[in-house]
């Protein structure tokens, strides 16, 4: 005779409270996608087809990489004149060069003569020379990119190898918050339209004065879209941090309170709008914890953080908040920023000044999601792995605002690729999730993802301003 | 000739600013070996042996060899603690900007 266990239901989670009802997506203009294979139609469904499509990531190659602004290194990679460092998207390889002036060229990677490229994938160094050179024939360029030397220019036809044609061509490019950006789209928008009022919460994080503290990739067997999306929503931690839920499960871990706002073009992030002459627009973030204040569930997810990403929160932070731990709830938070304020001063860190409008948890269209705190950022970047949809290339970065006296030091380079247990807790169990993920959207058993306006806004986000970049092209 | 060596800098970066021309390739990238020379004195005073070098020169150990491979560096990827003598042949003065020194400037000659 066998007995069935059944749940004690006298413990069961107290309900969680009536909410507004979820509303389908609103894509943020009125673009006509009618066109666009396998494009966003209700607000509610993502069509499977986009995470393994050729035809479709064919398309996201030469609408969207060939068409957006995307960052390509952080400023603190190539310091000197003569430094240089190599990007790959798909088939693009673009080489930025420290100038002479100090600026910042970035050239197709590509020799005129019969293409071959000039510098390695994933390289990063100096022309020690200060001449960039071809290894095929010995064509060389200064790193102005202005013709230098053609071997036995005898041989070629006049006027085929004048410098307007063989000095290497230029790709659009700026350097905003301390990183590189690009656009291959000479007539795209500007870098400002494309940000928009995200500016508002991107300048006050002060991540120009950051510096790289560690870098690591892997390769996934999953689209570029997907591994980016495990970082788009915060609906996923209940179940896949249940570290970083402080001890609950289910509808006691409530992320409601987590509100989004779209700025610019596709971009999206968590921090509400605040108007420093209307203080009544600032507001304090609900904690998630069910019974947790949110200043406790602060300091205790930022442990955990550390413990699990060693990126978010640091050692330098962790030191910090063990000055405060013990203090009531009411104080702690507080006391932890004007702890971690004097020890900046007292360091020479030149933190940013507090400031509610600050980003903490955001998405920068197409490919980087980040989370962040007062002098620390740990961002992702996500990019095909070639022409191979069911392939991408997934980067961690952490980067803080060292001290003073620390900021030339020589930036890390990227480690990997990383096997899945070599990552940070957090990141492994994200991971876990990711290799899950693209054989089920090839399988033919769903036919769309449904998913939750509510929650998975940054997603829809995304997907929306791919089709209208796919429109748009 | 002698050369002057500053503190931190190759032994190529100083010829060029010595306004000397040192064959190269590779502009000192560390992917050519053109400016490979052999050390005849101070064999002990030049820094250690970088990756770019241990890449390129391996394969003088598999040649003829005129020169001890051991005495075989790059003048791209060497400094220098005190007074070294090489041999290097094709080193010669040339004008001060050596990147003008294209040779072949547009003409039918």
């Excluded at chain 1, 510096?211 to 570029?224: F, Q």
């Amino acid at each position: 005779m066998t007995t069935q266990l059944k749940p004690d239901e006298a413990t069961a989670t107290i309900a969680a409270p009536p909410v507004e009802e979820a509303t389908p997506y609103v894509p943020r203009d009125d673009t006509d996608t009618s066109q666009v294979p396998f494009r966003l139609t209700d607000g509610v469904h993502i069509p499977v087809e986009r995470y393994y499509d050729q035809e479709f990531a064919e398309l996201e190659n030469t609408k969207v990489w060939l068409h957006t602004w995307q960052w390509i290194a952080r400023e603190e990679e190539i310091p000197e004149p003569g430094d240089y460092i190599e990007y790959r998207i798909v088939d693009r390889t673009v080489v930025a060069v420290r100038q002479s002036d100090k600026s910042i060229k970035v050239f197709n990677n590509v020799c005129p003569h019969r293409a071959t490229q000039l510098v390695e994938n994933t390289s990063c160094g100096t022309f020690g020379g200060n001449q960039i050179v071809c290894p095929f024939h010995g064509w060389r360029w200064n790193t102005d990119g202005s013709e230098s030397y053609i071997y036995a220019r005898r041989g070629f036809v006049p006027g085929s190898i004048d410098a307007d044609k063989v000095n290497l061509n230029e790709v659009r490019s700026a350097v905003k918050y301390g990183f590189i950006w690009i656009n291959f789209d000479d007539d795209a928008p500007s870098l400002e339209d494309f940000f928009g009022t995200y500016d508002n919460h991107l300048a006050p994080m002060a991540m120009d004065r950051m510096r790289l503290r560690w870098w690591k990739y892997t390769i996934v067997p999953a689209n570029w879209k997907i591994a980016l999306e495990a970082f788009l929503e915060s609906y996923h931690v209940m179940q896949t941090h249940p570290e970083l839920t402080l001890g609950v499960t289910g509808d006691d871990y409530d992320v409601d309170g987590i509100k989004y706002y779209h700025h610019g073009m596709g971009h999206v992030d968590s921090t509400a709008p605040f108007d420093p002459a209307d203080p009544s627009s600032f507001s304090m973030p609900a904690s998630p914890v069910r019974g947790m204040s949110v200043s406790r569930y602060i300091i205790d997810q930022n442990r955990v953080l550390f413990e699990g990403t060693d990126g978010f929160a640091t050692a330098r932070d962790e030191y910090i908040a063990d000055r405060v731990r013990d203090l009531p709830d009411d104080e702690v938070l507080g006391r932890f920023y004007q702890e971690l304020y004097e020890y900046a001063a007292e360091s020479d860190i030149p933190l940013p000044t507090i400031d509610p409008n600050a980003s903490g948890y955001g998405f920068v269209f197409p490919n980087l999601a980040f989370l962040g705190m007062p002098g620390n950022l740990l961002f992702y970047r996500v990019r095909p792995n070639g022409h191979d949809p069911n392939s991408s290339i997934f980067e961690a970065l952490a980067m803080q605002i060292p001290r003073q006296a620390d900021m030339d030091h020589a930036a890390p380079r990227p480690e990997g690729p990383l096997a899945i247990d070599d990552w940070p807790f957090v990141l492994r169990q994200d991971h876990e999730n990711v290799g899950r993920q693209q054989a089920g959207y090839r399988s033919g058993a769903i036919k769309h993802a449904t998913m939750s306006p509510t929650y998975e806004p940054m997603i829809f986000s995304l997907h929306s301003e791919i089709d209208r970049y796919i429109a748009t092209y | 000739m002698d050369i002057d060596v500053r503190a931190g800098e190759t032994l190529i970066q100083a010829a060029w600013r010595a306004g000397y021309h040192w064959p190269t390739l590779c502009y000192a990238m560390g992917t050519c070996t053109a400016c490979q020379c052999e050390v005849l004195d101070g064999l002990h005073l030049l820094s250690e042996r970088t990756a770019a070098e241990v890449a390129l020169l391996d394969d003088l150990n598999r040649r003829v060899r005129r020169s001890n491979p051991r005495r075989v560096r790059l003048a791209c990827q060497v400094t220098v603690a005190g007074d070294v003598t090489v041999r290097k042949h094709g080193v010669r003065r040339c004008s001060p900007t050596i990147y003008e020194e294209t040779g072949n400037a547009d003409s039918t000659a």
